[in-house]
Protein backbone atom coordinates (compact mmCIF):
# COMPACT_ATOMS: atom_id res chain seq x y z
CA UNK A 1 0.00 0.00 0.00
CA UNK A 2 1.08 3.37 -0.37
CA UNK A 3 -0.44 6.69 0.69
CA UNK A 4 -0.45 10.23 -1.42
CA UNK A 5 -1.33 13.20 0.19
CA UNK A 6 -1.14 16.33 -2.21
CA UNK A 7 -0.60 19.95 -1.43
CA UNK A 8 0.42 23.12 -3.04
CA UNK A 9 -2.69 24.34 -5.48
CA UNK A 10 -4.43 27.41 -5.53
CA UNK A 11 -5.57 29.88 -7.37
CA UNK A 12 -3.27 32.11 -9.69
CA UNK A 13 -3.26 34.55 -12.63
CA UNK A 14 -1.95 33.50 -15.60
CA UNK A 15 1.70 33.60 -16.09
CA UNK A 16 2.15 33.04 -11.89
CA UNK A 17 3.87 29.85 -10.31
CA UNK A 18 3.07 27.17 -8.31
CA UNK A 19 4.76 24.26 -6.71
CA UNK A 20 2.39 21.18 -6.28
CA UNK A 21 4.34 18.56 -3.83
CA UNK A 22 3.16 15.19 -3.02
CA UNK A 23 4.05 13.15 0.02
CA UNK A 24 4.46 8.94 0.13
CA UNK A 25 4.70 7.06 2.68
CA UNK A 26 3.48 3.12 3.06
CA UNK A 27 6.38 1.70 0.63
CA UNK A 28 9.92 2.23 -0.18
CA UNK A 29 9.85 5.73 -2.13
CA UNK A 30 12.86 4.84 -4.12
CA UNK A 31 11.46 1.49 -5.08
CA UNK A 32 8.62 2.79 -7.72
CA UNK A 33 8.01 5.27 -10.19
CA UNK A 34 5.81 8.85 -9.74
CA UNK A 35 4.16 11.01 -11.80
CA UNK A 36 1.23 13.55 -12.01
CA UNK A 37 -2.18 13.88 -13.93
CA UNK A 38 -4.98 15.94 -14.28
CA UNK A 39 -8.33 16.32 -14.53
CA UNK A 40 -9.99 19.07 -15.82
CA UNK A 41 -13.97 19.82 -15.57
CA UNK A 42 -15.92 17.41 -18.27
CA UNK A 43 -12.54 15.97 -19.52
CA UNK A 44 -10.88 12.83 -18.89
CA UNK A 45 -7.70 12.42 -16.75
CA UNK A 46 -4.55 12.81 -18.86
CA UNK A 47 -0.99 12.33 -18.10
CA UNK A 48 0.92 15.39 -16.54
CA UNK A 49 4.55 14.51 -15.78
CA UNK A 50 6.06 11.29 -14.57
CA UNK A 51 9.59 10.53 -13.34
CA UNK A 52 12.05 7.12 -12.42
CA UNK A 53 12.60 5.53 -9.25
CA UNK A 54 15.73 7.65 -8.84
CA UNK A 55 14.72 10.98 -10.49
CA UNK A 56 17.30 9.79 -13.59
CA UNK A 57 14.14 10.33 -15.84
CA UNK A 58 11.46 12.51 -16.53
CA UNK A 59 9.01 12.66 -19.00
CA UNK A 60 6.12 15.25 -19.88
CA UNK A 61 3.00 16.08 -21.70
CA UNK A 62 3.68 18.17 -24.15
CA UNK A 63 1.75 20.68 -23.32
CA UNK A 64 3.87 21.92 -20.41
CA UNK A 65 7.11 20.97 -21.73
CA UNK A 66 9.09 23.66 -21.16
CA UNK A 67 7.04 24.81 -18.50
CA UNK A 68 6.71 22.07 -15.56
CA UNK A 69 9.76 20.36 -14.08
CA UNK A 70 9.29 17.36 -11.93
CA UNK A 71 11.74 16.10 -9.09
CA UNK A 72 11.76 14.00 -6.14
CA UNK A 73 13.42 13.85 -3.15
CA UNK A 74 13.61 10.32 -1.96
CA UNK A 75 15.09 11.49 1.28
CA UNK A 76 12.22 13.01 1.86
CA UNK A 77 9.16 10.55 0.47
CA UNK A 78 8.12 13.84 -1.52
CA UNK A 79 8.16 14.79 -5.32
CA UNK A 80 7.78 18.58 -6.69
CA UNK A 81 5.88 19.61 -9.61
CA UNK A 82 6.85 22.99 -10.04
CA UNK A 83 4.65 24.76 -12.63
CA UNK A 84 5.94 28.19 -14.28
CA UNK A 85 4.30 30.24 -16.85
CA UNK A 86 0.41 29.04 -15.97
CA UNK A 87 -1.97 29.17 -18.77
CA UNK A 88 -5.91 29.21 -17.82
CA UNK A 89 -5.98 25.73 -19.84
CA UNK A 90 -3.46 24.44 -16.89
CA UNK A 91 -6.85 24.31 -14.31
CA UNK A 92 -7.75 21.31 -13.51
CA UNK A 93 -7.40 19.21 -10.55
CA UNK A 94 -4.33 17.54 -10.43
CA UNK A 95 -3.87 14.23 -8.80
CA UNK A 96 -0.31 12.41 -7.53
CA UNK A 97 0.56 9.07 -8.63
CA UNK A 98 2.46 5.66 -7.37
CA UNK A 99 3.07 3.39 -10.20
CA UNK A 100 4.24 0.35 -8.37
CA UNK A 101 5.70 -2.80 -10.15
CA UNK A 102 5.50 -5.86 -8.24
CA UNK A 103 6.69 -8.51 -10.95
CA UNK A 104 6.37 -7.82 -14.88
CA UNK A 105 2.95 -8.58 -15.34
CA UNK A 106 1.82 -7.48 -12.08
CA UNK A 107 1.33 -3.38 -10.93
CA UNK A 108 -0.89 -1.70 -9.22
CA UNK A 109 -1.37 2.71 -9.35
CA UNK A 110 -2.12 4.22 -6.14
CA UNK A 111 -3.80 7.86 -6.14
CA UNK A 112 -3.49 10.98 -4.00
CA UNK A 113 -7.18 12.98 -3.03
CA UNK A 114 -5.96 15.38 -5.83
CA UNK A 115 -5.44 19.40 -5.40
CA UNK A 116 -6.88 22.16 -7.55
CA UNK A 117 -5.12 24.54 -9.78
CA UNK A 118 -7.23 27.27 -10.70
CA UNK A 119 -5.26 29.51 -13.09
CA UNK A 120 -7.06 32.81 -14.25
CA UNK A 121 -7.07 34.93 -17.32
Known amino acids: QVQLVESGGGLVQAGDSLRLSCAAS????????MGWFRQAPGKEREFVAG????????YYADSVKGRFTLSRDNAKNTVYLQMNGLKPEDTAVYYC??????????????WGQGTQVTVSS
Open 97 to 110: NAHVVVTHAIMTDY
Open 26 to 33: GRTFSSYA
Open 51 to 58: ISLRGGST
